[in-house]
């Protein structure tokens, strides 16, 4: 069988390793993690079994040599910009097919920007597949048989205090914390804050009510032309209410001193973070709430009892597989909807145990 290499740009992370795990074990593949701190990912790498090599990825001839060789480009190192497409370029040029973890909303939204040119080396370049929009379209996508015309589309997702927190999810978060935020609402577009109308939801157990505030995804740009909605709504939060309060706080001080740098202080805080993981619980969903033009009402997530950190990453092992298995996809530069149904989720994932709930008015089927 043919080898072909797959470099997975930031897999020593806290989602590049899950990735990394799960394609080193794929037969006929050779992983290579590539990061710029040797002394954090060579460790990693020799503990899996797979090659490492040093590359700054911001860098044009530092990852121009390590993507080289690639088959397969996987980006899990963040964070996505708006507008910058530099890495997932250099891979096309390259000649290799590309997926990233990017859940930044203009980022993702205007990745087509590149299907020419992928279509030009006859490659394959996806963006988003993450929980959002990956996972939240496939939880989406498998309740619209049983629906009318969707009218609503409410999504909310919260996290375990103590599954580990990932640096680039947690400057994502700060990026739009106190900004201005497009919401599709009555079909057409209103402006919130980001972080702003806080609600406690009632997640499927063992999760139970939680916090979450308004966020700034990809879900927010693709899903009112995807899904023909009237409003679409996504909120987030962390398991711990007082830690939502003091990222609100953060909003405040952002609105007052706007040219604070919130994603710079990502680091840190996850390093404070560690003071509080011996609160709260491993529980963590993701769920998805529509109702119809008939007023039927219905909803479905994905529930984890433990790993939910597990979930991000799995879009990009299964796209990944399903590349490897088929030889490469249509040529073409795509967000991540509708490529993979909610079923490939649920058999991936249930070995860590995480399942998928359903309900209707308001209440979960457990």
């Known amino acids: 069988m043919h080898q072909r290499t797959v470099v997975i740009l930031g897999g020593h992370g806290t989602f590049g390793r899950h990735i990394t795990e799960q394609l080193a074990a794929?037969?006929?593949?050779?992983?290579v993690i590539a990061g710029r701190h040797a002394e954090r990912g060579l460790p990693v790498a020799e503990a899996m079994g797979v090659a490492f090599r040093t590359c700054?990825?911001?860098?044009?001839?530092?990852?121009?040599?390590?993507?080289?060789?690639?088959?397969l480009v996987i980006n899990a190192s963040g964070p996505f910009q708006a507008g910058d497409y530099a890495i997932p370029r250099t891979c096309i040029q390259a000649g290799c097919h590309y997926v990233d973890l990017a859940d930044g909303r203009q980022y993702v939204a205007d990745f087509v920007q590149l299907d020419q040119a992928a279509r030009d080396r006859s490659v394959?370049?996806?963006?988003?597949?993450?929980?959002?929009?990956?996972?939240t379209s496939a939880l989406i996508a498998d309740l619209l048989p049983t629906l009318g015309r969707i009218v609503s589309i409410r999504i909310a997702l919260n996290a375990g205090n103590k599954n580990r927190a990932g640096v680039s999810t947690v400057a994502t978060i700060l990026s739009y914390v106190g900004r201005p935020v497009r919401v599709w609402q009555d079909g057409g577009w209103k402006t919130l804050r980001g972080w702003s109308g806080g609600e406690f939801i009632d997640f499927p157990p063992p999760v139970?009510?939680?916090?979450?505030?308004?966020?700034?995804?990809p879900d927010l740009e693709l899903f009112p032309?995807?899904?023909?909605?009237?409003q679409v709504v996504f909120k987030a939060g962390v398991e711990l209410t007082v830690l939502n309060y003091a990222i609100l706080a953060l909003s405040g001080i952002k609105r007052v001193c706007p040219p604070l740098n919130l994603p710079s202080l990502a680091r840190p805080l996850v390093a404070m973070s560690g003071l509080f993981k011996r609160f709260g619980t491993l529980h963590g969903s993701c769920a998805v709430w529509l109702t119809d033009s008939d007023g039927r009402q219905k909803s479905i997530a994905l529930v984890a009892h433990e790993n939910g950190p597990r979930i991000p990453g799995s879009p990009a092992i299964l796209l990944a597989?399903?590349?490897?298995a088929e030889d490469g996809g249509s040529a073409g530069a795509v967000p991540c909807l509708g490529l993979?149904?909610?079923?490939?989720?649920?058999?991936f994932l249930a070995p860590y145990r995480i399942e998928v709930v359903r309900g209707e008015h308001g209440k979960w089927h457990v």
């Open 225 to 230: 032309k995807h899904f023909g909605a009237d």
């Open 321 to 324: 597989r399903k590349l490897l």
């Open 26 to 31: 794929h037969p006929g593949t050779r992983v």
């Open 340 to 347: 993979l149904p909610l079923a490939a989720f649920a058999e």
């Open 56 to 71: 700054d990825a911001h860098q044009p001839a530092s990852l121009q040599q390590a993507v080289a060789d690639a088959w």
């Open 124 to 135: 394959f370049a996806c963006t988003g597949a993450s929980t959002t929009p990956a996972i």
């Open 208 to 217: 139970g009510r939680r916090r979450v505030q308004l966020c700034d995804v």
